[in-house]
Nanobody
Framework: QVHLVESGGGLVQAGDSLRLSCVAS????????MAWFRQTPGKERELVSA????????FYTNSVKGRFIISKDNAKNMVYLQMNSLKPEDTALYYCAAANRIAPVASTTAYEHWGQGTQVTVSS
């Protein structure tokens, strides 16, 4: 089992930046990929960005390309999401997720471990 804890959410204005952090513990030696998802009420959970744990292959959903940057620190078992030029439509509960099994990092079904989420609210 992999335990994930997110931090860094908050209330910001449009155009501001936030950095989300996620620390992993437990079966971290077998991590294959980590990702950030987001969800708003009444909508399905959306894969925002993902990164392979062993190499820096990354994925971004189209709506955040050029604004968000995913990164990792293997030594600290942490993954980050730098969110720049935030828009009101980025408002959501953001979840950190981890995958132990080999699968395309952009596959929404690849991730079997989840954090509790951190709220990001962007006001206009």
């Amino acid at each position: 089992q992999v335990h994930l804890v997110e931090s860094g959410g908050g209330l910001v204005q449009a155009g501001d930046s936030l950095r989300l952090s996620c620390v992993a513990s437990g079966w971290v030696d077998s991590l294959y990929a980590m990702a950030w998802f987001r969800q708003t009420p009444g909508k399905e959970r959306e894969l925002v960005s993902a990164i392979k744990w062993s190499v820096a292959n990354t994925f971004y959903t189209n709506s955040v390309k050029g604004r968000f940057i995913i990164s990792k620190d293997n030594a600290k078992n942490m993954v980050y999401l730098q969110m720049n030029s935030l828009k009101p439509e980025d408002t959501a509960l953001y979840y950190c997720a981890a995958a132990n099994r080999i699968a395309p990092v952009a596959s929404t079904t690849a991730y079997e471990h989840w954090g509790q989420g951190t709220q990001v609210t962007v006001s206009s």
